[in-house]
């Protein structure tokens, strides 16, 4: 059986800025993802490691999709969420809800990004 979740996508009307976000809040390079038209549509994937625990995703900019609140809420898993929230804010987001214990399932925080998407931070510490 696989995991349940096996790719995301978050929406985001300006990608340099919301590239540069994720990019700060967690540390990494977000990639190109080269499709057919380029003009209706951009992607930029995080990195994923063959046979790793997780899914991987990409930041989508298309057209007439909008971007917001109210969107799915995907976790990413942090050492401490608390760190990734003050990245987050640091980058340009802000904190919806700071670190808090969801007892023997660890902690979580959720921040809004620079697109006014909220994404939630999990941690066991």
């Not at 590239?19 to 190109?32: I, N």
């Not at 992607?43 to 917001?68: I, R, W």
Request: glycine fraction near 10%.
């Amino acid at each position: 059986m696989s995991n349940p979740v096996g790719w995301f996508e978050i929406y985001v009307q300006d990608m340099p800025r919301a590239k540069a976000f994720y990019e700060k809040v967690f540390q990494v390079s977000l990639s190109p993802l080269v499709g057919p038209d380029q003009e209706a549509m951009q992607m930029y994937t995080f990195e994923m490691e063959d046979h790793k625990y997780g899914a991987t995703g990409a930041l989508v900019k298309m057209e007439s999709v909008p971007t917001g609140f109210a969107g799915t809420l995907v976790y990413f898993s942090c050492e401490d969420c608390a760190v990734e929230a003050k990245r987050a804010v640091d980058a340009g987001g802000k904190i919806f809800k700071d670190k808090e214990s969801i007892g023997e399932y660890g902690h979580i925080a959720m921040v809004q990004d620079t697109e006014g998407n909220m994404i939630g931070l999990h941690s066991m510490q």
